[in-house]
């Protein structure tokens, strides 16, 4: 059994974004006091915070006020300096460690760890410069491949398809003689659909898991989230052993993302989040506990009530200008459980909002919705 922290107790985010708005909404209700770091003033999470400290992220005297001033610390992404972390768990509780960032913010780490504990991930390789590229492709994860960086980079960036030897010379000819990154060379999985499922272990170790998520992209962006997802019992048994074997190996505090690729019978763990996850967003309609309020009960020490779903949902991300156009038709839609993210700037591709929709009859229209508004 883990450390209890009971209200009203402080939790402190690191990250002011979405995820660290909903992470605060789902702890305020039970009488926690959130206190969140985020160099945007008015951050999406400091709206509805306690209080904000307005710092870079690799502001280490910042961080380590945000320690001083909680009773316990997470984060809402994996850009957090894991030197800075480690410093401020000496003064106050990091029921999530370091070590789980530590291996998900880095690709390879990550595959290895993967791979180490016998989980199904695809062929990976890597690449120290690009120089090695073709003998790479040549010997050990042949096209179609796909480049990443082994650290950053999110919605497609930091990434670049290699569907066959064409696209290989092209991109090894383009790239900057000098820019020597750390990559990973992953094999392209012909897959039948994207699935994903969110787990994590309450203060009693106990693994809690949500229904396996079937996840749509646009652009390597997460369009549409629905679940629970139409797969065999077969595929639901064997995604849930692997999302069990991996919460169990980390030693799991806080929610965990689990990212696969469905092939056939065939299941591949593609990435995962070692935080609240897009494609659990659902949840907070869906379910009786949404993925924000097991992530805080989880990082303080209690029980997590097994999981259950009220109905299949649908959850549609708001890219851009697409969060105005919802918000213009908010009256015509009681169905919508609309979210906006507060962000001040729209941009294209931008997440700024979400709508959840709850049964068969309100995610067809939502579908239909989705199909004639679209970012301009």
């Known amino acids: 059994m883990s450390k209890v922290i009971l209200p009203p107790a402080t939790i402190g985010i690191v990250g002011g974004g979405q995820l660290g708005r909903m992470i605060a909404l789902a702890a305020k209700p039970m009488g926690y006091r959130v206190g969140v770091l985020d160099p945007t003033p008015d951050s999406p999470a400091g709206q509805v915070a ?3 400290i307005t710092a870079d ?6 961080i380590l006020e945000l320690a001083r001033r909680a009773d316990v610390l997470t984060y809402e992404f994996e850009n957090v300096d894991l030197t800075t972390l480690a410093h401020a768990s000496q003064i106050t509780e990091l029921p999530q460690g370091t070590d789980l960032l530590y291996i998900t913010k880095n690709r390879l780490r990550e595959k ?30 042949p096209c179609p491949a796909i480049l990443k960086t082994a650290e950053g980079g999110y919605d497609g960036h930091g990434q670049w398809d290699i569907p066959n030897t064409d696209a290989l010379n092209t991109l090894i000819s383009h790239w900057p003689v000098a820019e020597t990154v750390p990559l990973i060379l992953e094999q392209q999985i012909d897959f039948d659909r994207e699935v994903s499922v969110m787990v994590t272990r309450d203060g009693f170790n106990e693994v809690r898991i949500w229904p396996v998520a079937e996840n749509v992209h646009q652009h390597h962006i997460l369009k549409t989230t629905l679940a629970p997802a139409q797969v065999s019992p077969l595929l639901q048994a064997k995604i849930t052993r692997i999302a069990t074997d991996i919460a169990e190996a980390l030693n799991l505090r806080g929610v965990l993302g689990v990212e696969m690729f469905v092939a056939g019978d065939d299941v591949y763990v593609n990435e995962l989040a070692p935080r609240p996850h897009n494609s659990g967003h659902y949840t907070i309609e869906g379910s009786n506990i949404s993925q924000f309020e097991a992530h805080v009960r989880s990082i303080v020490g209690l029980p997590i009530a097994e999981i259950e779903t009220v109905d299949q949902a649908l959850m549609l991300n708001l890219l851009g200008d697409e969060l105005t156009q919802a918000r213009e038709e908010l009256l015509a839609h009681p169905e919508w459980h609309f979210h906006d993210y507060g962000k001040l700037d729209i941009k294209r591709n931008r997440k700024m909002g979400h709508i959840t929709v709850v049964g068969a009859t309100a995610i067809g229209q939502l579908e239909t919705w989705s199909q004639t508004h679209e970012q301009h």
């Open 57 to 62: 992220y690799d502001d280490e005297a910042a």
């Open 112 to 141: 290895q760890f993967l791979a180490d504990h016998g989980i199904p991930v695809p062929r990976f390789a890597e690449v120290q410069s690009v120089v090695e590229l073709d003998a790479k492709v040549a010997e050990e994860v």
């Open 50 to 52: 306690d209080f904000q």
